[in-house]
C-alpha cells in the first residue's frame, strides 16, 4: 500500500494543482505514486487524520475556521511523524514564527509556489521522515533489549505509527467498545 499526502486549502483550484503535481510528481522507494487526499476544511482533514496515516500534510496558511498553523499544530498531536509543510501567498512573520514553533513546520513555502521546488521540499521532507521512523524503530529495538521497553509497548507503538489513535480505545462498564459516531467531528 503506498504512503498518502494530505493537502488542505480552502481554494479548490490551488488544491487541484498541488494534486496533479504530487500525483504526477513524487513516486516513493518502490517507484509506486503516493496516494493523495485533499481538504477545502480544515477540520474535516483533522478528522480524516484520526482515521490514517499520512506520510506529510501541506496546508494553506490563511483559511476560515483554521488557520495552517492551528490545524498543522493539531495534526502533530494526531500524527507527529507526519511531514508538516505551510504554504501561503502572505509573508506575515507572526505566522512564520507559529508555524515553526507551535506546528513545528519543516518548510514554509510561498504562493506561488515553483513546482521543482515544492517536489524538492516535499521529498526532502519524506526523506527526514523516513530516517525519523527507522532511528525511533531501532531505539525501541534497543530499549526492548535493554529490558526498558516491553514487546508489547514497542508493538503498540508500531501500531500507533500506522494507524492513529488504534490504541485508544473507549471501553464500556461491560467490556465493550465505544464507536464514536462517524458524522460527528471531535476536535
Known sequence: MSERILLVDDEPHIL???QRLMRNGLKD???VHYQVE???DAALALARARECTFAVAISDQRMPGMTGVEFLTELRKVQPDC???ILSGYTDLGALLAAINEAEIARFISKPWV???LLVAVRQ????RVLTLENQRLADQ???QMGVLSAQEAELRRLERLEPGITRVKWASDGSFILDDPGEVNL
Open 115 to 117: 513546482d521543482v521546488d
Open 29 to 31: 522507494v518502490d517507484g
Open 83 to 85: 511531514g508538516r509543510i
Open 125 to 128: 521532507v519524506l526523506q527526514v
Open 142 to 144: 534497543i530499549r526492548q
Open 38 to 40: 485533499s481538504f477545502t
Open 16 to 18: 487541484s494543482a498541488l
